[in-house]
């Protein structure tokens, strides 16, 4: 799993890229920090390139939405596919992110 952090028309946007698995959610958990601290934009979790979320990756996206929302900003997915989608919706986690 690699994982990239840039800016990009005015938002935070973390590239996913490989299965985030249990086995990797630890490192992926460190790459992601610096989108705990954002207080300045809203956040895109890119998942062109994602091949497979498990429960511990799901927490990992839960948590920042969970930093990123009181501060006011939005948290969106973009290009999951129909397989992430179907995992999404399962754990109801449709409801809860805004897809682009």
Do not use: W
């Not at 930093?67 to 399962?90: A, W």
């Amino acid at each position: 799993m690699n994982t990239t952090i840039l800016e990009k028309d005015g938002n935070l946007v973390a590239v996913f890229e490989g299965r985030l698995d249990t086995a990797a959610a630890i490192k992926t958990e460190q790459e992601v920090k610096p989108l705990y601290d954002n207080v300045d934009h809203d956040i895109v979790l890119d998942c062109t390139a994602m091949e497979y979320i498990s429960s511990s990756g799901l927490r990992i996206f839960l948590n920042i939405l969970k930093n990123t929302k009181p501060k006011g900003h939005h948290v969106y997915i973009q290009g999951i596919s129909k397989e992430l989608r179907t995992v999404f919706d399962m754990t109801g986690f449709t409801n809860l992110f805004e897809f682009k």
